[in-house]
């Protein structure tokens, strides 16, 4: 206070800072629970929002791993989730039982016909035996040859009779001397390849033995041969390699024929591809496919190639198998 330019006095006021401070830390607090609660809040409503919309998911994922494992009649029973999961899911559903219906029919068809086929081919078996007791002894091979070929026949049927009541095969791997396959078979199709006067020549070092399905083999190698002789020229010869490599064992089937062109190889063992210069030519496409097939069941592959010289050389690569892993095999005395 001041009179006349003289101090005359002075007022000093003073307070505390405690109770702004405990307002601010309270403020603070309440702001900071309110915030972390509505964060736990948000994160808890995104949880039971993205549970909504996976869970239709995670049901159709084990439903499809279901499948996929055989178990055909996998099925999600309700239907929750967005509109656009339920829609899939009543998709799925549909999908699924069409191809449940489609497998079925697939599979009543190949019993049907494997077991309607076992009669006539044990009745032409029994014609064979009896046809066989009037003829001399010139035609002992070839009855025997008959006789192989209907047991193998046979054994072909009853396989698809297993597999489409099973669904699987009851075939074992045994031991296989390749070399004497490779000769069975050519000698199986002699007679049709003696029509077009082609010739086999079946070139090997020797026995390779090898631990495999002996049927699935000799199928794959029926239907390289069976591409060879259409495409064969008449009077051509058809080799027959059977070789060892390093780490697989090999058996190429060589032909005379076109060949196919460099872009038509990977395409040849498509199911139903036929070469277009060859659309004349009887067939349906799906022999190279179906050894395709079996090689990959076996573990091997296929493999297609134009030689120099012309013609088709497709072989057939199996995983090699030592001696005595081969006569270990259940059954290898019996085919070694």
Do not use: C
Request: hydrophobic share 45%; net charge negative.
């Amino acid at each position: 206070m001041f009179d006349d330019g003289s101090v005359i006095g002075a007022v000093r006021i003073s307070t505390s800072n405690e109770a702004p401070r405990r307002a601010i830390l309270t403020q603070w607090s309440v702001l900071v629970l309110v915030s972390g609660l509505t964060i736990v809040g948000l994160i808890w409503a995104v949880y039971r929002l993205a549970s909504w919309v996976l869970k239709p998911l995670h049901r159709l994922d084990s439903a499809m791993a279901a499948i996929e494992h055989g178990e055909m009649g996998a099925r999600i029973d309700d239907e929750t989730g967005p509109p656009e999961a339920r829609r899939m899911v009543r998709m799925f559903n549909q999908m699924a039982e069409e191809i449940e219906r489609v497998m079925t029919r697939q599979q009543e068809f190949v019993m049907n016909a494997s077991h309607e086929l076992r009669n006539p081919l044990g009745a032409l078996l029994m014609r064979v035996e009896y046809l066989a007791t009037g003829l001399d002894e010139g035609w002992i091979d070839d009855v025997e040859h008959a006789r192989d070929e209907g047991r193998r026949m046979t054994r072909i049927l009853d396989t698809l009779l297993n597999v489409a009541r099973d669904g699987k095969s009851d075939s074992s791997f045994v031991a296989v001397d390749l070399s004497e396959l490779a000769a069975d078979r050519a000698a199986g199709w002699h007679d049709r390849a003696a029509d077009r006067w082609v010739v086999f020549h079946t070139l090997t070092d020797g026995p390779v033995l090898n631990a495999t399905d002996r049927m699935a083999v000799e199928s794959a190698l029926d239907a390289i041969i069976d591409n060879a002789l259409k495409f064969a020229p008449r009077g051509s010869v058809i080799e027959l390699r059977v070789a060892e490599t390093e780490g697989s064992h090999v058996i190429s089937v060589r032909d005379r024929g076109r060949g196919l062109a460099a872009d038509q190889l990977e395409q040849a063992t498509e199911r139903f591809w036929r070469s277009p210069q060859d659309q004349n030519v009887p067939g349906s496409g799906l022999g190279l496919a179906i050894a395709s097939d079996l090689m990959e069941a076996l573990g091997g592959r296929i493999e297609l190639r134009s030689p120099d010289g012309g013609g088709l050389e497709v072989t057939l690569v199996l995983p090699a198998s030592t001696a005595a892993d081969a006569a270990a095999a259940p059954g290898g005395d019996a085919d070694a």
